[in-house]
């Protein structure tokens, strides 16, 4: 027991003893003495409450500096347990408001090195306040930060206004925005509700459309360049190889016929490889000088059945189940682009299902929302996810001998048609899907 403690409960002891006392000496009719005794037990009442009202004065200023944020104040532990407890508990808090702080620092660090405007909005009492924004939203709207979500209605009414009309809900549109009149810029904006019992969130992204073009271009465009490096690479470092090898054979004063032999099969290769590079070329160029489609009005279910019917040899040598499913739509479009398209579809189905026990492949000509679509989905065992992103990519390849360039034409002449060619992952298999616009 601390000394304070000890003094405190001997002075509670005094007015006891003393107002026992004052009783016997009121009981006696001793007045002075009475009032003596009740004075002295008083005093020690008012020192013994003093001693209490001070642990619970220290303890309400602990809370307080709790609830109000101030950890300023540095206090020690007194032996007292509703003070302990109380500086216990103002140094958790302590330690937990410095940790949110440091992290809140570390996440508004990280959101403004974004290089897309993000604004996060929360909802208090049926109002939307701005719970964060990073420069980077402020600069591409050119607008002050507010704290008040009505204030951007003035300064950004096409902005707010599409925010309103998402409902704070889930949605992507693009809009263009005009900076101090100058041209014209296209954005994506992407709004995303997070909810949780108390609070709820409304996440707002601003992405440029022309640096996502771009991004995708660059990254293709490097994509390339290594395809088209590693080709050239191969290629030649052999060829340089030999050719030096022939030069010094030619440089010696007699020629054996050993040395001859070798410069034959040294030219042999080189040829070889030459040709190589030469269909490498071919290739690049096919998928770079595409023509531009004649179109004319043709029936998409006599196409399929045509480029089917070119490829039944390979159908029936490798035991392939044909599934047709085809509603018969007319579209207007360049027949042997699309048949081609076609072929090189089915050419990739067929090498998918060429070592399953179960051979099928399965076309499919349907409506979606007033879209033709026409699908092609084999029982192979699909495409592995970490190259998903990649296949449509000019001569990226898993085939021995393959050129790479099958699904990139395929796609080039779907968008030539202003289509699109998606790839679906199955359970088992794969589905590539081309829809035509009407």
């Known amino acids: 027991m601390k000394r304070h403690q000890f003094f405190g409960l001997i002075f509670i002891l005094l007015a006891i003893v003393c107002g026992i006392v004052a009783f016997d000496f009121y ?3 001793k007045w002075i ?8 037990s008083l005093v020690c009442v008012i020192i013994a409450q003093n001693s209490v009202l001070s642990y619970i004065r220290k303890t309400e200023k602990l809370i307080l500096a709790i609830r109000k944020k101030d950890f300023s ?12 407890n109380a500086v216990k508990l103002y140094y958790q808090s302590k330690e937990e408001h410095l940790s949110r702080s440091s992290y809140k620092l570390l996440y508004e660090e990280i959101l403004g090195q974004l290089e897309i405007g993000l604004m996060i909005l929360s909802e208090k009492n049926n109002t939307w306040e701005v719970f964060y924004v990073n420069p980077v939203f402020l600069e591409i709207l050119q607008i002050p930060k507010y704290n008040s979500w009505n204030l951007y209605e003035k300064k950004t009414p096409d902005f707010y206004k599409i925010i309103e009309q998402s409902q704070y809900e889930n949605s992507q549109e693009f809009f263009d925005i005009s900076i101090n009149e100058n041209t014209k810029q296209s954005y994506s904006l992407r709004t995303k509700k997070v909810q949780n019992a108390r ?14 073009i771009e991004q995708k271009e660059k990254l293709a465009w490097n994509n390339l360049m290594k395809v088209i490096s590693h080709e050239l690479l191969n290629t030649l470092t052999p060829v340089n190889s030999l050719i030096q090898n022939m030069e010094y054979i030619a ?6 016929k050993e040395d001859q032999q070798d410069m034959k099969e040294s030219l042999m290769i080189i040829n070889s490889k030459s040709k190589q590079l030469l269909d490498f070329v071919d290739d690049y160029r096919q998928v770079a000088e595409l023509p531009k489609p004649v179109f004319k009005t043709i029936s998409l279910a006599d196409t399929v059945e045509s480029a089917l019917h070119f490829l039944k040899p390979e159908f029936e ?6 599934i047709n499913s085809l509603e018969n739509y007319t579209i207007s479009a360049d027949e042997k682009m699309i048949q081609r398209c076609l072929i090189n579809l089915y050419l990739n189905a067929i090498y998918a299902v060429s070592e399953c026990s179960e051979r099928s492949i399965k076309t499919e000509i349907k409506t979606v929302n007033k879209r033709i679509i026409l699908s092609i989905e084999d029982s192979g065992a699909g495409i592995q996810k970490e190259i998903q992103d990649k296949i449509f990519l000019p001569f990226f390849t898993t085939r021995s001998g393959g050129s790479g ?6 796609k080039s002449i779907v968008e ?3 289509g699109y060619l998606n790839y679906k992952p199955l359970e088992r298999g794969s589905r590539f899907e081309i829809w035509f616009v009407n």
Do not use: M, Y
Not at 73 to 84: A, M, R, V
Not at 199 to 210: G, W
Not at 251 to 256: E, S, T, Y
Not at 405 to 410: F, M, Y
């Open 416 to 418: 030539a048609h202003k």
């Open 33 to 40: 003495n009475c009032i003596l005794f009740s004075f002295i």
């Open 199 to 212: 609070h709820r969130f409304c996440i707002i992204s601003l992405e440029s459309v022309q640096k996502i």
């Open 317 to 322: 040598q490798k035991n392939i189940e044909i």
């Open 27 to 29: 009981s006696h009719n």
């Open 405 to 410: 360039i099958g699904l990139t034409l395929s």
């Open 73 to 84: 104040l540095f206090p020690k532990t007194e032996g007292n347990i509703l003070i302990d």
């Open 251 to 256: 440089n010696q004063d007699i020629i054996g």
